[in-house]
């Protein structure tokens, strides 16, 4: 009995020595994640993976950089244009509401929510960077974001103060149902290239039967021009023909005789005698 006893003690220390070897883990685990910048990290991973999920790779960057040095999470391809996402939400402030509930908390949660919406607003909402009068805020928690919708203070309600700064807050499920919304703009937006593409194939078409029918009609003046000409010297040629012909059968005129000559010549010298006597 003292044997079995001693050996359930063993035991009993290995598993509490376990137990606070797992309770240490997971405070260091929840110290890492519980900072900004592990939630910035885990926002990203989760904005790469609904991008790749819905959308095509040529409709967004991930980790881009603006020409003045600014970088954001990722891009949105929108035509010429483009649409920044912020994925650096400061989830902290949340989580101390969840955990006090105080108003304080949650005022303290309104202002940081407020600071960062003014930060996207002014680092990733660029039009000489070719960027849309808009931004968006990727809130990678559903609860947090549902917070955002529900907390107001003094200065009124957050997601009107969003609007105001052209931020939008987007949550994993809502993002989703954008970028779908997105995605069949895309596709709209390729079905019109396409279509100008066909359009200025045919007006292509036209032009080149334009100039067809311009060198046809040119060709066919000519031909005509030519067949006048022919015709023409075909007559010339039948009337040649004509007169050659009526010449060849003509038969010449008789020769007069002698004593027809000497009664002509005696007839013209008395007229001639008369002539000079005059």
Do not use: W
Request: hydrophobic residues 40%.
């Amino acid at each position: 009995t003292t044997e079995t006893l001693t050996r359930l003690s063993q035991h009993l220390g290995e598993v509490q020595k376990s137990g606070q070897e797992l309770t240490q883990a997971a405070q260091t685990m929840q110290a890492v994640l519980g900072g900004p910048k592990s939630h910035g990290v885990v926002g990203e991973a989760q904005l790469e993976t609904l991008l790749a999920d819905v959308l095509p790779k040529s409709a967004y960057e991930f980790d881009y950089e603006f020409s003045s040095g600014v970088m954001a999470t990722a891009v949105l391809h929108a035509g010429q244009k483009l649409v920044a996402i912020d994925a650096e939400f400061p989830l902290d402030a949340c989580r101390k509401v969840v955990e006090k509930g105080d108003e304080g908390a949650r005022a303290e949660f309104a202002a940081a929510v407020r600071k960062h919406v003014d930060e996207v607003a002014q680092t990733f909402i660029l039009p000489y960077e070719d960027t849309l009068d808009l931004a968006l805020m990727f809130v990678p928690s559903e609860s947090a974001f549902v917070e955002l919708l529900l907390t107001h203070d003094e200065q009124g309600r957050l997601d009107d103060y969003c609007r105001q700064k052209h931020v939008l807050p987007v949550s994993p499920n809502s993002l989703h149902a954008y970028l779908s919304a997105i995605l069949v703009g895309l596709k709209g937006m390729e079905f019109e290239e396409n279509a100008k593409r066909m359009l200025a194939g045919l007006e292509d078409v036209k032009k080149q039967f334009g100039q067809f029918a311009q060198s046809h009609a040119e060709l066919g003046g000519q031909l005509r021009q030519m067949q006048e000409t022919y015709e023409e010297a075909s007559r010339r040629f039948a009337r040649a023909q004509t007169a050659l012909a009526a010449t060849a059968l003509a038969e010449p005129a008789p020769a007069p005789d002698a004593e027809e000559s000497e009664v002509v010549a005696a007839e013209e010298v008395p007229v001639q005698a008369s002539n000079n006597g005059a």
